[in-house]
């Protein structure tokens, strides 16, 4: 009899989760595997913010894929992903096709920019290794060349990032580690540095405790960073960007560096399949399908799951991604074996860590709160957590972090 196929497309949290599990859950002769991504590395995107800032080396953020999977029971394809043709059970690729039986879409997410005019062009983005490498290598550009150039452009030194949810924050914590080294190997006077920025609601991290969200407001000031509340960016330029407050006239910031860190949608790819979407994301049923589809799964960023006691939808994260993929292991294993019964999905919030740079954080772990170097520690077992998971004790013993002294 002929093993059915399962596709899983992108080695994310929830795709590397899946695989993992699935060569765990099923033997060789139940079904073929198959992961494809992009590239032949794993990239740690809840890393990203230090290796956008420079204050963690990309390297260390990646890991190659194959190392993680038993070759044996996945076939690891490297490819991209450019459309899927959910009638047909195929998947086309940038350089061929791949039909399905069982399909998991792991894509991730994307910048949302919400169209606002010259993001795209002129603002960086925390996306993955390359914009990641891209925007460290920028603002160093921005410290060299002023240390050179004879008529010195101060607005080179000034950064704007746009957003202060947990992105933002956690850049704007690595960041303000990062300057004090940039002056000083590019003999700048720290002085001169500007760090802004900016976000459009009342509050810095919107619904997250008032307590911490104060405490990581006054840590991030002392180190310089100037936050300008209830502000909205309306357009990036090459030279900066156009800002307005409520009901006042927009005013020009000029910046060398802007970093847009204002929230994710779904891949692209879900929309141009022609999935039904909300801002690129599947609402997905309990077991974690589509709609109307028994042979097809969404996770991750990409997907929309509700959370019943408030009636909205889960914040995209790695942690509720990565239980996703678990879920969905499962419930393929219960499938190729005829099970019609398939498991519900339910997110287990094990809490938030807020990173503020190397030694401090903010956040609320099984319901209490945590501040400072004990916050963390708790982000960097959170961090060698999900690599323990996926590639077990090895893996942290080569990536993990244990610089928490
Ligand atoms: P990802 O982990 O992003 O993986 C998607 C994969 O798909 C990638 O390997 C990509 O290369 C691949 N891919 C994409 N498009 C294609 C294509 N067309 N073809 C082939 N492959 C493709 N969440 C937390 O829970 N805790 C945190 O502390 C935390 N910190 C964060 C810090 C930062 C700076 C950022 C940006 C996010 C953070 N998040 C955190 C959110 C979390 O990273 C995401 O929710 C999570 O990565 C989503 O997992 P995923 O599997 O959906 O996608
Ligand atoms: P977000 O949606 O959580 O925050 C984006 C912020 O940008 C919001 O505060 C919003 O008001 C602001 N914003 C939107 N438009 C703006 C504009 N035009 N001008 C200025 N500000 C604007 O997005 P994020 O911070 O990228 O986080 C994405 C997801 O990743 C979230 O689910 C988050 O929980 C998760 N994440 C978690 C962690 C962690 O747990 N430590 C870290 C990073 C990200």
């Not at 497309?9 to 699935?22: E, I, N, P, Q, S």
């Not at 994710?264 to 709609?291: H, T, W, Y």
Request: aromatic share 8%; proline share 3%.
């Amino acid at each position: 009899m002929r093993k059915p196929k399962i596709v899983i497309l992108g080695a994310g949290y929830g795709g590397l989760m899946t695989a993992v599990r699935l060569q765990k859950h099923v033997g060789v002769n139940e079904a073929d595997i198959v992961l494809v991504n992009k590239n032949d590395y794993h990239y740690e995107t809840t890393w990203l913010h230090e290796a956008s800032a420079g204050t963690l080396h990309h390297d260390k953020v990646r890991y190659d894929i194959r190392d993680v999977i038993d070759r044996n029971k996945v076939e690891f394809v490297q490819g991209t992903v450019v459309e899927i043709k959910k009638d047909e059970n195929k998947v086309l690729l940038e350089n061929g096709e791949i039909d399905y039986d069982y399909l998991v879409v792991a894509l991730g997410g994307e910048p949302e920019t919400f169209g606002i005019k010259g993001l795209k062009e002129y603002a960086f983005g925390i996306t993955n290794v390359n914009s990641s490498r891209q925007m460290r290598e920028h603002i160093e550009y921005q410290f060299a060349t002023y240390n050179m150039e004879e008529e010195k452009d101060e607005n080179r030194l000034t950064i704007v990032v746009g957003g202060a949810g947990f992105t933002g924050i956690e850049f704007l914590g690595e960041l303000t580690n990062r300057i004090p080294e940039l002056c000083h190997e590019y003999d700048v006077d720290s002085h001169k540095v500007k760090i802004i920025c900016v976000e459009a609601a009342p509050t810095v991290l919107p619904g997250f405790d008032p307590e911490l969200v104060q405490y990581a407001v006054s840590t991030l000031e002392r180190k310089g960073v100037e936050f300008l509340i209830g502000t909205a960016i309306k357009e990036a330029t090459p030279e900066g960007i156009i800002v307005a407050k409520g009901d006042e006239e927009p005013r020009e910031i000029k910046a060398g560096t802007v970093v847009w860190a204002a929230g994710v949608r779904g891949s692209s790819i879900i929309e141009k399949s022609g999935f039904e979407a909300m801002r690129g994301r599947v609402k997905v049923q309990p077991d974690l399908r589509v709609p109307g589809m028994d042979n097809v799964f969404v996770i991750g960023d990409s997907s929309l799951v509700i959370n019943e006691e408030i009636n909205r939808p889960y914040p995209p994260t790695a942690q509720i991604s990565m239980q996703q993929g678990e879920c969905c292991a499962r419930n393929i294993a219960a499938l190729i074996r005829n099970k019609t019964e398939l498991e519900t999905f339910k997110f287990d919030n094990k809490g938030t860590v807020c990173s503020l740079g190397e030694h401090d954080a903010i956040g609320v772990v099984f319901g209490k709160k945590v501040t400072g170097t004990k916050a963390s520690f708790m982000k960097k077992m959170v961090d060698n957590r999900a690599l323990y998971m996926i590639g077990g004790v090895g893996l942290v013993f080569k990536k993990g972090k244990f610089n928490v002294l």
